[in-house]
């Protein structure tokens, strides 16, 4: 915990030297073009073909699994219960810090809504087709949530901070998808369907950003600063972020 929290507060520290500032009401990302809905839904109707279409089930699902399976032996790595929030973490920390194109508040109205609509799809898709898990415990495998979570987070850092920062972002995402799959705990059609609507939802934040505005009456006067701190004292050392907010 130690080490994620200074890689975060290192990312909140240089990302504002990269990120483009824009304190102009409006960005390229909180426009809605149909276009923008072609990965996600392409993604999300592969996974759904390869799911519920036995022959691409054998052929793609269960040779997926059994190769993940050959290389980790049944090993289990639990690691990607914690990568899956890395990116969102490190988009919410940096706003918060100062980074991007937006002010902080308008940073967690983005997120909010984002992860907000990507754990309601998730959720209303896993409960309704109930698909069983390759390893049978649950049946809540699709899509994946992991993976939904993880690319949420590398979209946001994309659109906010630019490509480069977006490609850090989504090859954590990236491992942590690989790692469901390692872990037995999904199916690489769920990694399809997880993947879309994360991108999906991250997008969907930006494009209620121009409504939050209004319905909240923002101006560029409100403002959220927060700055990471951490100190030493006899029994240890402590660590958190300082919020204060100007209207």
Known sequence: MKRLFL?????SAVMPLSAQRRDSAY?????FKWEKL????????????????PVFHRGIDETVRDAAQGISGGK?????????????????????????KHNRVEHLLVGSTAFLTMFGL???????????????QARNSFPSG???????????VRLEYGPWWGLAAYSVAS?????????NRHWASDLLAGAAIGILSANIG???????RRLFHLNPGVRLQALPYASLTPVGSAYGLSLSLSL
């Open 146 to 156: 992991h993976t939904a979570t993880a690319f949420l987070g590398a979209e946001l």
């Open 206 to 212: 930006y494009w209620m950003l121009p409504l939050e």
């Open 122 to 136: 998730t959720n209303l898709v896993k409960y309704t087709v109930r698909r069983e898990r390759p390893d049978g």
């Open 38 to 53: 072609a990965l996600p839904a392409s993604l999300i109707t592969a996974g759904a073909v390869i799911s519920f279409t």
């Open 76 to 100: 289990l790595l639990r690691f990607d219960d914690y990568t899956q929030y890395a990116p969102i973490a490190a988009y919410t920390v940096a706003g918060l810090c100062g980074a991007g």
């Open 27 to 31: 960005v390229a990302s909180e426009q």
């Open 175 to 183: 491992a942590t998808a690989i790692m469901r799959l390692y872990n």
């Open 7 to 11: 890689i975060i507060a290192f990312l």
